[in-house]
């Protein structure tokens, strides 16, 4: 069985089938963040036929996504400045 790619922002890995995301990501999120999804999850759901509830859950978890991309990149940055500085 083949899945789709793991929701996570950038990530190129493909989730298990009937996964949201892969498994390094998925146990990254904070707990808050993944129990709305399980609760509001329906096997087979697609964009037109989950529910308002499972829409805003998936909305927060892609906006914390996002918010820790952007960390790791500004920090990425800051060490390469760092970096050059040193040289």
Do not use: F
Request: glycine residues 4%.
């Amino acid at each position: 069985m083949t899945g789709q790619r793991c929701a996570w922002p950038g990530c190129p890995v493909i989730a298990q089938h009937g996964r949201l995301m892969c498994y390094r990501h998925w146990v990254s999120l904070p707990k808050r963040l993944r129990t709305p999804i399980w609760e509001h999850y329906a096997p087979g759901q697609t964009a037109l036929t989950c529910t308002p509830e499972y829409r805003a859950a998936l909305r927060e978890v892609l906006a914390y996504a996002r918010c820790v991309n952007t960390e790791a990149e500004a920090e990425h940055q800051r060490a390469e400045a760092d970096q050059e500085t040193l040289w």
